[in-house]
């Protein structure tokens, strides 16, 4: 299995910007597809982006288009989530996930997840 952990989380100001990481251990980064997934209190866990692991497609919710680029680099064995233009209701507990099956692109569903770093933005 593949171990993740994310960071780069705080608090920051509404337009503001944060960039998340995702460190990988235990496999090779560049044999999985990423996702990053939030969670707000109260709310269901959603789908942020997600990268594939040749190419580097990439997809995102219609929420954060624009905002958040999410990129890898295999050579560090990391994803990251690049958030600008921050919004109050981007606030959450934030995800990053990893599936070695091409599918997890394309159903959003992932085997492996991280603990989460907490993004709070305030207005």
């Known amino acids: 299995q593949v171990q993740l952990v994310e960071s780069g989380g705080g608090l920051v100001q509404a337009g503001g910007s944060l960039r998340l990481s995702c460190a990988a251990s235990?496999?090779?980064?560049?044999?999985?597809?990423m996702g990053w997934f939030r969670q707000a209190p109260g709310k269901e866990r959603e789908f942020v982006a997600a990268v594939t692991r040749g190419v580097m497609i990439t997809r995102y919710a219609d929420s954060v288009k624009g905002r958040f680029t999410i990129s890898r680099d295999n050579a560090k064995n990391t994803v990251y989530l690049q958030m600008n233009s921050l919004k109050p209701e981007d606030t959450a507990l934030y995800y990053c996930?990893?599936?070695?099956?091409?599918?997890?692109?394309?159903?959003?569903?992932?085997?492996?997840w991280g603990q989460g770093t907490q993004v709070t933005v305030s207005s």
């Open positions: 996930a990893a599936d070695s099956d091409p599918r997890a692109y394309g159903s959003l569903k992932f085997d492996y």
């Open positions: 235990g496999r090779t980064l560049s044999n999985y597809y």
